[in-house]
């Protein structure tokens, strides 16, 4: 575990894809992109906003954000989570 507050938590993924590639995730349970509803736009916020604060925190001067969606779109855990990828050389 790398962050927690009361709405989410982030960790290092355990099959990275980047140098950095950590995920956030709401600690409401929401499945997926799909599943979002008027009253999540609080928490979509907040994840996101943790992604920039962690890729601040990690000195990512360049980094991609990716929501996956539904088993075609790659998504394989039925829980809604941000990839923070970045970490690449030029």
Do not use: C
């Not at 009361?6 to 997926?32: G, R, W």
């Not at 008027?38 to 601040?56: C, E, L, P």
């Not at 941000?82 to 970490?87: D, I, Q, S, V």
């Amino acid at each position: 575990m790398i962050y927690e507050d009361a709405d989410v938590f982030a960790f290092e993924d355990m099959h990275p894809t980047a140098p950095v590639h950590t995920l956030i995730i709401p600690k409401e349970h929401i499945q997926s992109i799909d599943h979002l509803e008027g009253n999540n736009a609080g928490v979509i916020s907040k994840i996101i906003f943790t992604a920039k604060k962690i890729a601040k925190e990690k000195g990512l001067k360049g980094y991609k954000l990716q929501f996956n969606v539904g088993r075609e779109g790659g998504q394989i855990v039925d829980h809604l989570h941000l990839h923070l990828m970045g970490g690449w050389k030029s």
